[in-house]
């Protein structure tokens, strides 16, 4: 895998986030939360045309069926009522992910006795990464709870179509060092499914953002909550 490659694919795509949602592209947009400096945006993909001129709101993540690392299926009702942070990498990636998945221990650990805040990574592998090279993956980087970090397998065309909602990138590329171009990125995921912070997961400095935004969405799931149990 060529890493400067991979660094510039993320580096643009990030770059392609703040731009649209600078400008308020139909196909990514932000809402008037955004304005509020205690909120976070809310970024995404909208694939129908706006029905109202209120109707702005990007699409949620799309419905999911995995399985993780014990051979567990889970579902977006797995991450029900909670916010969690996706990445996607391969066992055998020779490049990115060692230290994608080091930073990433980085905010779990910051919020490990936090279980409103769950973890998910998707192997874009599926052919190596069997529930026990999964299992292994986990336990190596020290993960015992698998409720709270998911390492998770489907079939490429899933699990590319999910990169794509995440506002990530992920590929068969047999040109690059262990056959996969994937990129970088963090997403951070609300309670209704929408994306509300992309980050790229190589620069320490934006690990660092989102350990610092985090909390802000986590206030805004509390307050939610409080209004709807009035």
């Known amino acids: 895998m060529n890493t400067s490659f991979l660094r510039a694919a993320g580096q643009l795509l990030l770059a392609g986030v703040l731009f649209s949602a600078s400008v308020a592209l139909p196909a990514c947009t932000t809402t008037p939360e955004a304005q509020e400096s205690d909120r976070l945006s809310i970024f995404g993909i909208k694939h129908a045309a706006p029905r109202t001129p209120a109707d702005t709101l990007p699409d949620p993540v799309p419905t999911f069926r995995l399985t993780n690392q014990e051979g567990k299926v889970i579902t977006n009702q797995t991450f029900a009522g909670k916010v969690y942070i996706t990445d996607f ?13 080091s930073e990433m221990l980085r905010v779990y650990k910051q919020f490990e ?5 769950l973890f998910l990574s998707h192997t874009i592998d599926p052919a190596h990464d069997s529930i026990p090279v999964l299992r292994d993956y ?3 980087l020290g993960i015992k709870d698998a409720s709270r970090w ?3 397998t489907a ?10 909602a995440y506002m990530a990138s992920a590929e068969v590329d047999k040109k690059v ?8 990125a963090f997403a951070l995921i609300d309670s209704k499914r929408r994306i509300r912070g992309v980050y790229d997961g ?9 350990i610092q935004e985090l909390p802000l969405l986590l206030k805004e799931e ?3 909550q409080k209004v709807a149990t009035r």
């Open 222 to 224: 509390q307050e939610e």
């Open 138 to 140: 986990a336990e190596r």
């Open 155 to 164: 079939p490429h065309d899933t699990v590319f179509a999910l990169a794509h």
């Open 113 to 117: 006795g936090n279980p409103n805040v």
């Open 150 to 152: 998911h390492f998770a």
């Open 202 to 210: 190589m620069e320490k400095s934006e690990v660092d953002r989102l």
């Open 89 to 101: 990498f391969f066992a055998t990636c020779p490049s990115i992910c060692p230290k994608m998945q």
């Open 177 to 184: 060092a262990g056959g996969f171009a994937h990129s970088g």
